[in-house]
C-alpha cells in the first residue's frame, strides 16, 4: 500500500472555491482502479496539550493507492492535471509525503 498525505495552507477567501473543487474531484478519483481512500480533512481543536493551533486555511488530503503503479497512473491522468490547474492558483503551499507501511 502506498499511502500519501497532502497538507495544503488555502488563501484567504478561497477556501469553499476550493471545497467545491474537491468535491467535484473526489469521486472521479474514488473511481480509479487502485484508489482505496481519497478524504480531505479540515483542521479541529482536540484539547490535547501537545496539537498546534488550528490552521482555518489549514486541508488536508489523505490518500491510500492499491501500489506505486496505480499512483503514477493517478498523477498523469488529465482529469488531475485539469484538477491542479485550476487549484493551484488557490493554495498558498503544498507539502506532499508519500509513504509505505512501517511493518
Partial sequence: MIYISVTMIIKKGKMEEFLVECQRIRPIVLAEPGCLMYDYTREM?????????VD?????????????????VHSEAP???????????????????TGIEAF
Fill in 45 to 53: 481543536a482536540s484539547g490535547s496539550e501537545q496539537q498546534e493551533a
Fill in 79 to 97: 482529469h488531475m492535471k485539469e484538477f491542479v490547474s485550476r487549484v493551484s492558483p488557490m493554495r498558498e503551499s503544498v507539502v506532499v509525503r
Fill in 56 to 72: 482555518p486555511n489549514c486541508i488536508t488530503l489523505y490518500e491510500k493507492w492499491e501500489s506505486i503503479e496505480t499512483l503514477n
